[in-house]
């Protein structure tokens, strides 16, 4: 229907009908949250029609993608815990060795769930329309908490969901765990991720509240200081060691010092000593049936400790939230005056072989990416991370004897790399094309071809990342002290792994944009971010075994041990040299085949 | 009926709102005049309680926007510029749930669903889902479900922004109408001829202050008074820059008693 087609005549005629009995008034909490959930299920319902409807396709591949990564995971935990079985048998030692294990991971989900949901409910609750027009209405400051902080919980959990239920289910087939074990599976872990998302909110709240103009600085503090204590963790683990790295005494070394995830306090070791007494449930021995009972117990307490958190957060939303959201909108944003940095010039000078309209639009992207500290301070706390760990691998070169060994550190290191690198390209680099979606008649009424738009896009990402990257892995095969051969094989590598993942990211970027989504995080969130990170995992693999099995296998042989003595060295060469032939033409086919559908479907775009 | 008492808003050191002091009854068509960044959405999100103000009372049919904020909001229908509505719902779903928000019993809220369908002409998009709607749809949509309720307050940041003719007119009319009818209408434009077609007073904002205020006789007579040909002249002089007033001294008189 045309906008024109109001019909102003009938509206003058029909005048305002005032009989209706029925007065607007506010609603009774319980009348709120029937609406609110009705609301919920609608938006649901209408969402999964409509991707049945229209995108039958994209929903079946991001299923069958979930579904390969949940088996895939279950598998590995499952010969995991079969190896462990197998390596401890002894019950006790076993139970203690799992549930170290376990109050280990949950304690890292723990804060990493508190980080993520309060950085989610700040975008929720103070940056979205949809929070902005509910405040607008006479619903109540708490339900609109707890409407965008449930919403914000499952968009946050889910990877949690992803990465736990997999280890969980295979530890119950490993011990033949009972019904029971897997019954109160989805309940604990309910209850234990309400914990941090509880935290991570009333944080969120009470920052925005007490320090809406400083927050960032104070966040920033906050973030600094906490790399800080997890590099001096990761370093006091692995610089004071005195067992033998690798061993039974090293892994019980381990353990102990890591014996502060333990604490009876935490929500993690609940979880922990609850499931593994749900394992070890039944009816018909008395110490099962204890188990069964303190399983239930453990339940309780997290979930009543979920239900408190949950109540304190309600309430802070009630006391804080209103005024939170009024003194962050109105909180002064200076006026900055910007001119072209150093950082500018420098790139513009090493790019004067490209074209002009070339280097601009690259100088262009630089800038947003230098103003934009959501990039690159990630950026630089993950590869500052990286960096840490890799200046700590030194103590494997004087402790592992077996070149082998350290030949395949290093090789994990380049993957991990790779993958890091990965994630970085579909959160940026990706969602850059949808980016300029309603900005795109800037750019599409520039005298600039197209294709000069998505090369500037990929070179800027490959030229950007080739130099951290090549760094990173400079640094972990110096520490290693790994031999020559190795480290030109890693830096060929690592330059076939930044224009490739750089490829496949502008390509795909191009090819599946959306350009209706504002948020780079939504976009990366997406079909075509998830099939980006699918992509990009499959070819780091693929890439990695490519080029480092055959020059592992060449460094056995001509390295003088045992192996040498099975290992042909010229007909490894000759693999060597295959590997790195395929894993050029790989990478020269991941850069180029995205980048020409890429490069196709930018041409035809419309906006 | 809306009361500004004293009202003052800033952003850090700047400030966005001084000192505002203005009564609405009920039954007016106030506009809300004023350049860009003058002050109009500030006083207006204070109005409907996503801002709280750094001094001063807003009251709403007798609610403290502040502490009574849920009541306020209650008799209060509010379109912004640039109205929100659920991609994943459906023009009728959101009016739907919009009914629902203001407590209206099921049988009125269809009732009352259908006369907003008719009224605007909304039945052959209703059933789609509100992400297909263009600027005009939504906007369309915005306004029935600001009337559902019958609030006695309707508050509209920019509301002919974006709209074709045939719509700015029938927004022009319900306005009226609606005043007519006893509701407080506060709005908010850029528009002269708007404000002069439609408004029963006009109240002229720069810098965060509100620098004339009167019914558009007043302000024409005011305009003569000062040797202005029209009110555009007027409010150019109101608003202008402080070295652009100093260029045209002679008329530079202090409108802010006015005001008062």
Known sequence: MNDASVNPSRASREPLDRSFPARARVLAAPEETALFWRLRRRLMTNSFRESIARSRLRVALATALTLVLWVGLFVLFLLGFEFLDDAIPEPVTHDETVRAMYSIFFASLTVMLVISNAIIVYSNLYRSDEATFLLTTPARAERVFLHKFQQGMLFS??????????????????????????????????????????????????????????????????????????????????????????????????????????????????????????????????????????????????????????????????????????????????????????????????????????????????????????????????????GLYFLNTRRLSYDVNYASWVNMISFLNLAVVGLLLSTFTTRFIFPMISLEGRRFWILGRLPVKRDTILWSKFLFAAAGSLVPCALLVLLSDLMLGVSPLVVWVHLLACALLCSGLSGIAVGLGAKLPNLREDSPARIAAGFGGTLNLVLSALYIVSLVVMTTVPCHFYLLATQGGNEALLLNASRQWNWLMLGLLGGCLLGIAATAVPMVVGFRAFRELET | MIEFCHVSRSYGRKVAVADLDLVVPSGELFAFLGPNGAGKTTSIKVLVGLLRPSSGRVRVCGFDVESETRQANSVVGYIPDEPYLYDKLTGREFLQFIAGMYGLPTHVADERIAREIARFELADFVDDLCESYSHGMKQRVALAAALLHDPDVLVLDEPTVGLDPRTVRMMKDLLRERAAMGTTVFMSTHSLSVAEEIADRVGIVDRGRLRCVGTIDELRRRSRSLGKMSLEQLFLEITASPDEAAAAAPVSASPDEDAA
């Open chain 1, 157 to 386: 959990s889910w990877g949690f969901l992803l990465l736990g239920s997999p280890m969980l289910v295979a530890y119950g087939i490993v011990v033949e765990a009972p019904w029971f074990y897997y019954g109160v599976l989805l309940p604990y872990l309910a209850a234990f991720a309400y914990i941090p998302g509880s935290l991570g909110a009333i944080l969120c709240m009470l920052v925005v509240r007490c320090i809406p103009t400083n927050r960032v600085h104070v966040l920033t503090v906050a973030g600094v200081l906490a790399a800080l204590v997890g590099g001096w963790l990761m370093w006091s683990l692995a610089s004071r060691q005195t067992s033998e790295l690798l061993t039974p005494g090293w892994f019980l070394e381990m353990l102990a010092r890591l014996r502060a995830s333990e604490s009876r306090m935490l929500p993690s070791w609940w979880l922990s000593s609850g499931l593994l007494e749900a394992a070890r449930s039944g009816w018909r021995d008395p110490s099962a049936r204890t188990a069964m009972v303190e399983s239930v117990l453990f339940l309780a307490v997290t979930t009543s400790n979920a239900l408190v958190l949950h109540q304190l957060a309600v309430w802070t939303a009630g006391v804080t939230y209103r005024s939170g959201y009024s003194a962050l909108l109105g909180a002064h944003v200076a006026r900055r005056r910007l001119k072209m940095s150093w950082m500018d010039r420098a790139a513009s000078t090493v790019m004067r072989p490209l074209s002009a309209r070339l280097r601009l639009l690259i100088v262009k992207d630089l800038r947003l990416f230098r103003r934009d500290p959501v990039q690159w301070s990630q950026f630089l706390i993950f590869f500052g991370l990286l």
